[in-house]
């Protein structure tokens, strides 16, 4: 019962704040605000185009950007089987490094036939669904977290 009081307080003062806030007049801004605002929004303009977004690059060092990123998509993927492969040649040997690459080299061979499976045997649609499904999961616990965050610590 105390706490109800304290919050119908406390939004009785800042109705009474906001009122005050209201009333007073506006305050200008700086005299010389709109000249720095201009000559920042020149300086950002002026930059060269590798110091701007890469949305704003021309095209070839955009391509060039991409191709750098699937080339190394590609020497990861590769990397990955290489190393598996090296894991799995390591298990061959017996003592107690064969115990630990086995299991190494199970769960590395599972990780990459997942992959492969979804790159190369999943259809397009499936991907798509389950990118849709992901993202609605994905959207979920963030909405349940938020619930659970209102519910739990903030005092309404």
């Known amino acids: 019962m105390q706490m109800n009081r304290d919050r119908n307080a406390e939004d009785a003062d800042e109705v009474i704040v906001d009122r005050c806030l209201r009333d007073l007049a506006p305050r200008r801004a700086p005299a010389t605000l709109e000249a720095r605002v201009i000559a920042e929004i020149r300086r950002r303009a002026d930059r060269p185009w590798w110091r701007r977004e890469i949305a704003h ?3 070839a060092p955009r391509a060039a950007v991409a191709a750098a990123c699937a080339a190394s ?3 990861a993927w590769r990397a990955g089987a290489w190393i598996v492969a090296v894991i799995g040649g390591l298990s061959g ?3 107690a490094v064969a ?3 086995r299991a ?3 769960g ?3 990780i990459h036939a997942t992959l492969l499976i979804a790159t190369v045997d999943l259809p397009p649609v499936w991907a798509c669904a389950g990118l849709l499904i992901a993202g609605g999961l994905y959207a979920a ?3 349940l977290g938020a619930l659970a965050y209102r519910a739990l610590y ?3």
Do not use: K
């Open 108 to 110: 590395l061979a599972a």
């Open 57 to 59: 690059w021309p095209g």
């Open 99 to 101: 115990s630990w690459t």
């Open 93 to 95: 040997h017996g003592g």
């Open 104 to 106: 190494a080299a199970g």
């Open 73 to 75: 998509a590609v020497l």
């Open 154 to 156: 903030l005092e309404v």
């Open 141 to 143: 616990l963030l909405g």
